[in-house]
């Protein structure tokens, strides 16, 4: 009896630290397992949409069906994958760069990540209603999410999911901002702050601002689809827009700004030195993030109801932080001391690729050439070749970067070239033929369009989906084969510079078992062995 007693109490024991941990390491890899289910799950929904696309006419799916599915995988790649992937890899690292033993509000923090999994839950349940789950694009769009446009209850519970979700990641941006402002080590002044970190922070920033306005938008969508009249005729419309893309336009940012912070931690890594001209890194992502509160209406330049003139000014803008840090990324790939490997492999192809999205982006900051390129296949490039083909693979450079920190083994090389490969040439094979569709005139979120001129490029993005899906499935044998039989990783495999490399591989529960080392400059290990030498 005494050793059932004791059985039953360390299931328990073991039941309840999976379901209430403390740790902020084991709150961000339950993020990652439950935003890992909804990139397949919106995966799968791509593949479907590209099936269709694949050739004229509707041959998969019926028009309404189609609705939903480019309405759920963008809701689910955005609410549900990036931007809680992106919170997620502050949750995880932040307090150990600051040299941290625990995150701020680790209750709160665990609270945050239960109301993400239960508002993407809600979210996908619309799926089991009758009229299935909502259709009125990933950003709600009144009057399409009316009762009128969108009957059922499926567009009320992707109205909730979308606000507990967000309101779950408010909650895990503040535990973050609190970390890493509040809970540093002796000696780890602003400017010492790892790149990483300090793209959280303004990640971070733009979250507390901007979240809480979609949060208050859904609520009062709710509302308005159950009587109570808010959004009323062409102002109602044009007030929901503004309100909504206040949270549209810096949440991008949100889901690129921490992949910046790795690639810029596995380049300065593998150069072997920080970044060259940090301070002004720094002033650049603070520049960025207060104008990327000020251009939200440039997604509205088509309606004629806001100042063109003033959001293109700030859209533009943008360009001059947006160099700034990509020319310091460039600026520390170019070394004589490069250590080459996978993760250094994806940062450049990160660099390469998401030039092209921020080009592109150019394009969609000018009144002239948007009204052109509105609603057209070429924001669907744009935004595919900044998110997928940027942020993407900077979390897959990030990936291979702190793989070994967090489960202490190494990674496959053999299967990580396969991912690598499949993954540029299927990237660029779906992307690149959209903007030449947008050009010739493909409308977006239509299942089907006329054949001339455009049946060959969009049978192009089907096959090269598929390559994507093949890269994928690398990646996910390259983490199976890591997690059974890895090569096992040391504490720093890679002569890191910043102060989680100074701790075991995966940390302790605590995150150091020694006292944390001393903090001199922005790369406080190359400075503590210098010192040693």
């Known amino acids: 009896m005494t050793e059932l007693a004791t059985g039953a109490h360390a299931d328990a024991s073991e039941l309840s630290l999976l379901l209430t941990p403390t740790d902020h390491k084991a709150i961000a890899r339950g993020i990652g397992r439950v935003a890992t289910v909804f990139f397949l799950m919106s995966g799968v929904l791509a593949l479907l949409m590209r099936a269709e696309l694949a050739e004229p006419g509707m041959q998969v799916v019926s028009t309404s069906a189609y609705s939903r ?34 995150i701020a509000g680790p209750g709160a923090a665990l609270a945050g990540a239960w109301l993400y999994g239960i508002g993407g839950a809600v979210m996908f349940s619309g799926f089991f209603t009758a009229e299935g789950p909502g259709r009125a694009t990933w950003i709600g769009i009144d009057p399409l999410s009316s009762t009128t446009g969108t009957p059922g209850a499926g567009m009320d519970l992707w109205i909730l999911g979308v606000a507990v979700a967000t309101l779950g990641q408010l909650v895990l941006a503040a535990c973050v901002l609190a970390t890493a402002l509040r809970l540093r080590t002796d000696g780890m002044t602003l400017l010492r702050m790892p790149p990483l970190t300090w793209t959280l922070v303004v990640t971070c920033l733009m979250a507390v601002f901007a979240f809480p306005v979609l949060i208050v938008t859904m609520l009062l969508l709710w509302l308005d689809r159950h009587g109570v009249s808010i959004f009323i005729g062409g102002d109602g419309a044009i007030a929901y827009q503004h309100l909504f893309w206040f949270y549209g336009h810096p949440v991008v940012y949100v889901m690129f700004f921490p992949f910046v912070g790795a690639v810029a931690e596995v380049v300065s890594t593998a150069s072997g030195r920080p970044l060259r001209a940090y301070p002004l890194f720094v002033g650049s992502l603070l520049l960025f993030t207060a104008l990327s509160m000020s251009v939200w209406a440039h997604h509205m330049f088509t309606t004629g109801a806001v100042t063109n003139r003033y959001f293109a000014l700030t859209s533009t803008a943008l360009v001059i932080p947006a160099g700034i840090e990509y020319i310091e990324l460039i600026g520390a790939l170019w070394s004589r001391t490069l250590r080459m490997s996978l993760a250094v492999w994806f940062a450049v192809a990160f660099l390469v690729q998401f030039l092209i999205g921020g080009l592109s982006g150019i394009w969609v900051a000018s009144p002239a050439i948007d009204a052109h390129a509105n609603n057209s296949y070429v924001v669907v490039a744009h935004f595919h070749y900044a998110l997928f083909a940027g942020s993407m693979f900077g979390l897959f450079a990030g990936l291979y970067h702190w793989w070994p920190k967090v489960t202490g083994r190494l990674l496959g090389r053999r299967f990580g070239v396969v991912h690598l490969v499949l ?13 030449l569709a947008g050009e010739r005139g493909m409308t977006r979120r239509v299942g089907n369009y006329p054949g001339s001129g455009l049946s060959t490029l969009n049978l192009l993005s089907s096959i090269g989906s598929g390559v994507i899906a093949l890269s994928m499935l690398a990646l996910a044998l390259n983490l199976w084969r890591s997690a059974r039989a890895g090569r096992p990783a040391d504490a720093d495999p890679w002569g890191g510079l910043t102060l989680e490399w100074a701790t075991t591989s995966p940390p302790p529960a605590g995150n150091f078992d020694g006292p944390v080392p001393a903090v001199r400059s922005a790369a406080p290990l190359a400075t503590a062995a210098g010192s040693s030498a």
């Not at 993954?423 to 903007?435: A, D, E, K, R, S």
């Open 423 to 435: 993954g540029v040439v299927g990237t660029n094979l779906t992307f690149m033929p959209m903007f």
């Open 69 to 102: 599915l480019f309405t759920m995988h963008g809701s689910g790649m955005i609410y549900l994958v990036v931007t809680p992937v992106a919170l997620a890899v502050g949750v995880y690292l932040v307090p150990l760069q600051v040299g941290a033993r625990r």
